[in-house]
C-alpha cells in the first residue's frame, strides 16, 4: 500500500476573520489579530488554518459576497498582511487554507456589472440570465436565505439567479470563460504561497439547465430545489477539469475540501477518489441536519443516537475509498457544546471534552472552529435585533410579513442562528474579552468572565489542554489517522464507543454522553490498555479487567499495542 496521503494526519482550524481578534479598535476582527494570535494556534498544534474569506467585498453575507477576488478588504488589512501571514504560518510549519467562493460573486463584482449592464454584452452569458414566465419569475426555486432565487433586473426586462442572497448573483459555469476566469484566479492565489483552498458550496456550480420547477411543497410559494442544483450533470468533469488546470504538475501538498451540501456517501466517495483527482475530502451535512424539521428553523431537538449512527455510517462507507473531513462546527452552525454537548454549567466542561475525544479519535481530518477548542458556547439570545446575519434577518422580515409564528422563530433563531458562532472568541475575562478596545461588531458571550483562553491554555485539566492533547496524538500515532474504524453499542443511545484497529495497533474511544454514570463491561480482551487520554483527572494508568464505571460526560482513549 503507498504511504497515506499528508491530509490523513491532520487538524485544520478554521479562522472566520471578522469574530477572531480586532488589531485596530473598531470592533471587527483582522489579519493583524491574526498575526498576534498565530503562537495560539501553534500552541495548539492545528498543521493547516483555513481562513473564511478576506477578499474585497461590500459585506452583506460577510464576505461570501466578493467584488474583488485579488485584493482583501481594507475592513481586514492588505496583501501585504496575507503575505505576512502566510510566511508567519510557514515558518511554524502550518498551511494557509483561503476559501474559494465561486459558486456566486458579489453583485458588484465588474464581471456581473458588466454582465447586468445589457442583453449583448460579452459577458451577459457569465451569470444566469433568464425571461420572466408568464410576469414572473422564471421557476419556483427558493433562495437559502427566504424569497425567489431570482432578482428582476428593469433595465434589461430579465431576472438574475441568485441561489443564497440578491447580492450574491449565481455564475454561470456553462461558460468556459467563467471557469478559466475562476482557475487563472486559484492559479494565482497558489502562486503566492497558499496551500489550498476550502470550496464554498462547490456542489452547486452545475445547475440543472432546464431550470425547470422542483416539485412544489404545499403552502409555499418558493421551494428549495436542490435535486436541480446540488450535484448536477456536469460537475464532476468540473471538478476534475479544475484540479488538472490548477493543480497538476505543481510540486507541493495541497489541501482541497469542498463543501457539499446534501452530499450522500456515494457522491462523497466519488468526489474524494484520489483517482478522479477532483478534491481531497468534502463537508457533508447529515449530522448537522438532524435537529431540523421542515426548515433549517424548524428545531426539533437532537436524537443522539441518530447522531452517532449517522457519523458511523459515514465513517464505514468511505472505510475503503474516499476520506471524510470531521466537524462539529463551523461560522454557519450553533456551537457545539451547546447543540451536542450539554452546556449546562455543571456538563459544560466534561461534555465539550467527550465531543473533542468522539470527533477526534474518528477517521477523517478533523477541523476546529475558532473557539471550538475553549467550548464556548451558544450566545443567549433573546430578541430578533439581536442577530445581526443576512440569514436570520432575511427570516424575520418573511416571519412578519407573512404573519408567521413569531416565539417559534425566536426559539429557532436562538437554538441554529448563525451568529451562535460568530460572536467575537474569548481570550480574556474582560468586557470585550480581549477581543478588541473598541466596541465589538457583536456582543460577547456573557461567559467570557469564566471561559476564556486566558484561563485555559497552559492549565492542566482545561478544555484547550484537551483539544492541543488530541490533535498531538494523531501526530503521534498513525492508528489515528488511517486505523480501521468499528462502532461498538451502535444502539446504546447515551455511549458513544468505537474501536479503531492499525496493525498490532487498537485503540478504544469511549465517551459517556449523558448526565448520569454509567457502569461499562469492556471484556477481557483490553485488560491492560494504556489510558492515553481522559476528561477526568487520575483514572489508573491502564485498564482493569472486568468493568469500568464512566461518570457524566467523561471520556477516555486507551491504546493496546
Ligand atoms: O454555506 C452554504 C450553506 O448551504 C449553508 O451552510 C448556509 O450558509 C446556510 O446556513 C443554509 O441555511 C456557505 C458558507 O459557508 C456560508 O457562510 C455562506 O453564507 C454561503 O455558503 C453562501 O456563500
Ligand atoms: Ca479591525
Not at 487554507?97 to 459577458?123: I, R, Y
Not at 469542498?258 to 468534502?282: C, H, K, N, Q, S
Amino acid at each position: 500500500m503507498s504511504d497515506p496521503a499528508w491530509f490523513t494526519s491532520a487538524v485544520v482550524y478554521q479562522v472566520y476573520p471578522r469574530s477572531f481578534a480586532d488589531s485596530n479598535g473598531d470592533g471587527i476582527g483582522d489579519l493583524g489579530g491574526i498575526l498576534e494570535h498565530v503562537d495560539h494556534l501553534a500552541t495548539l498544534g492545528v498543521d493547516v488554518v483555513w481562513l473564511s474569506p478576506i477578499y474585497r467585498s461590500p459585506q452583506a453575507d460577510n464576505g461570501y459576497d466578493i467584488s474583488d477576488y485579488r485584493d482583501i478588504d481594507p475592513l481586514f488589512g492588505s496583501l501585504e498582511q496575507l503575505d505576512e501571514l502566510i510566511a508567519a504560518l510557514h515558518a511554524r510549519g502550518m498551511k494557509l487554507v483561503m476559501d474559494l467562493v465561486v459558486n456566486h460573486t458579489s453583485d458588484e463584482h465588474p464581471w456581473f456589472v458588466e454582465s447586468a449592464s445589457g442583453k449583448d454584452g460579452p459577458k451577459r452569458d457569465w451569470y444566469v440570465w433568464r425571461d420572466p414566465r408568464d410576469g414572473q419569475e422564471p421557476n419556483n426555486w427558493g433562495s437559502f436565505f427566504s424569497g425567489s432565487a431570482w432578482q428582476w433586473d428593469e433595465a434589461s426586462g430579465q431576472y438574475y439567479l441568485h441561489l443564497f442572497d440578491r447580492k450574491q448573483p449565481d455564475l454561470n459555469w456553462e461558460n468556459e470563460d467563467v471557469r478559466e476566469a475562476v482557475y487563472e484566479m486559484m492559479r494565482w492565489w497558489l502562486d503566492r504561497g497558499v496551500d489550498g483552498f476550502r470550496m464554498d458550496v462547490i456542489n452547486f456550480i452545475s445547475k440543472e439547465q432546464s431550470f425547470a420547477d422542483a416539485p412544489p411543497v404545499p403552502g409555499e410559494r418558493h421551494v428549495n430545489a436542490f435535486e436541480l442544483f446540488a450535484n448536477g450533470p456536469r460537475i464532476h468533469e468540473y471538478l476534475a477539469e479544475m484540479h488538472e488546470r490548477v493543480f497538476a504538475g505543481r510540486e507541493g501538498q495541497f489541501l482541497t475540501v469542498g463543501e457539499m451540501p446534501g452530499v450522500t456517501t456515494e457522491e462523497a466517495i466519488r468526489y474524494t477518489d484520489p483517482a478522479r483527482g477532483e478534491v481531497d475530502m468534502v463537508f457533508q451535512f447529515e449530522h448537522v441536519s438532524l435537529d431540523q424539521g421542515a426548515s433549517k428553523w424548524d428545531w426539533i431537538g437532537l436524537d443522539r443516537l441518530a447522531l452517532k449512527q449517522s457519523l458511523h455510517r459515514w465513517q464505514t462507507a468511505l472505510a475503503e475509498q474516499g476520506w471524510n473531513s470531521l466537524y462539529w462546527d463551523n461560522h454557519d452552525q450553533p456551537r457545539a457544546v451547546s447543540r451536542f454537548g450539554d452546556d449546562d454549567p455543571a456538563h459544560w466542561d466534561q461534555s465539550a471534552k467527550a465531543l473533542a475525544t468522539i470527533l477526534h479519535g474518528m477517521r477523517g481530518t478533523p477541523y476546529v472552529y475558532q473557539g471550538e477548542e475553549l467550548g464556548m458556547t451558544n450566545y443567549p439570545f433573546r430578541t430578533a435585533d439581536e442577530h445581526k446575519d443576512v440569514e436570520a434577518v432575511n427570516h424575520w422580515k418573511r416571519v412578519i410579513d407573512e404573519g408567521l409564528d413569531q416565539q417559534a422563530a425566536l426559539t429557532g433563531m436562538a437554538k441554529v442562528g448563525r451568529d451562535n458562532a460568530r460572536t467575537p472568541v474569548q481570550w480574556d475575562a474582560s468586557p470585550s474579552a480581549g477581543f478588541t478596545t473598541g466596541e465589538p461588531w457583536l456582543p460577547v458571550n456573557p461567559n467570557r468572565s469564566w471561559l476564556n483562553a486566558a484561563a485555559q491554555v497552559g492549565k492542566a485539566g482545561s478544555v484547550f489542554e484537551h483539544y492541543r492533547a488530541l490533535i498531538a496524538l494523531r501526530h503521534e500515532h498513525p492508528v489515528f489517522a488511517t486505523g480501521d474504524f468499528t462502532g461498538v453499542l451502535d444502539d446504546d443511545p447515551d455511549v458513544w464507543a468505537y474501536v479503531r484497529v492499525l496493525g498490532r495497533q487498537r485503540l478504544l474511544v469511549l465517551a459517556n454522553c449523558s448526565r448520569r454514570s454509567r457502569e461499562l463491561e469492556l471484556g477481557d480482551g483490553w485488560a491492560g490498555a494504556r489510558l492515553l487520554l481522559g476528561s477526568v483527572p487520575e483514572r489508573p494508568a491502564a485498564l482493569p479487567p472486568g468493568s469500568i464505571t464512566l461518570d457524566a460526560w467523561e471520556s477516555r482513549i486507551y491504546l493496546l499495542d
